[in-house]
T-cell receptor, first 114, second 115 residues
Framework: ETGVTQTPRHLVMGMTNKKSLKCEQH?????MYWYKQSAKKPLELMFV???????ENNSVPSRFSPECPNSSHLFLHLHTLQPEDSALYLC?????????????FGPGTRLTVL | KQEVTQIPAALSVPEGENLVLNCSFT??????LQWFRQDPGKGLTSLLL?????REQTSGRLNASLDKSSGRSTLYIAASQPGDSATYLC??????????????FGKGTKLSVIP
């Protein structure tokens, strides 16, 4: 266990559904991240939150909407997704401003869009 | 734009062998480099973090080196075991500016250790 948990672990949704992915970190970190891992492609950063403020959005379509209510929780709200959005979505956290800035990852949510 | 390449894409070795995984990156102005392990369908486990000022880091049977000027890192695994079978990912973080929080990943090396 890395101290980063994600729910659900698996999700199947239709293109018209609305769902949310949840991430919680128990490490006392101040930054949280969403990454996407598609088959045969490197991991891609989607969003970064530092002290609950979104600092980066890597040109992610608006059908993905992040929310960071506090420094321990991060959500990814999904609506009207496309089949090509099927992927493993990984959450990570780090302590910024100190030594290391090592990123720790959760187990991921395997998303299938039908 | 930072690009990370990992060679080979897949590697199969007999148990007990020592092995080296390679990672190269195009922009040498990095903040740090991390090596991860990923088991099938699972998240990433951080193995080693090397700061830009360091040359190597060691953890158990793992040793990672960094040559920033040439844009290379290697992960050395000693006395490989079947439990080491996984995909190994290299990721670099830029020093500053836009995308400074971002880890840029390679596609990984899939390692199989044969009993």
């Amino acid at each position: 266990e890395t101290g980063v948990t994600q729910t659900p672990r698996h999700l199947v949704m239709g293109m018209t559904n609305k769902k949310s992915l949840k991430c919680e970190q128990h490490l006392g970190h101040n930054a949280m991240y969403w990454y996407k891992q598609s088959a045969k492609k490197p991991l891609e950063l989607m969003f970064v939150y530092n002290f609950k403020e979104q600092t980066e959005n890597n040109s992610v379509p608006s059908r993905f909407s992040p929310e960071c209510p506090n420094s321990s929780h991060l959500f990814l709200h999904l609506h009207t997704l496309q089949p090509e959005d099927s992927a493993l979505y990984l959450c990570a956290s780090s302590q910024e401003g100190g030594r290391g800035n090592e990123q720790f990852f959760g187990p991921g949510t395997r998303l299938t869009v039908l | 734009k930072q690009e990370v390449t990992q060679i080979p894409a897949a590697l199969s070795v007999p148990e007990g062998e020592n092995l080296v995984l390679n990672c190269s990156f195009t922009d040498s102005a990095i903040y740090n480099l991390q090596w991860f392990r990923q088991d099938p369908g699972k998240g990433l486990t951080s193995l080693l973090l090397i700061q830009s000022s360091q040359r190597e880091q060691t953890s158990g049977r793992l040793n990672a080196s960094l040559d920033k000027s040439s844009g290379r890192s290697t992960l050395y695994i000693a006395a490989s075991q079947p439990g080491d079978s996984a995909t190994y990912l290299c990721a670099v973080r830029l020093r500053s500016g836009a995308g400074s929080y971002q880890l840029t990943f390679g596609k990984g090396t899939k390692l199989s250790v044969i009993p």
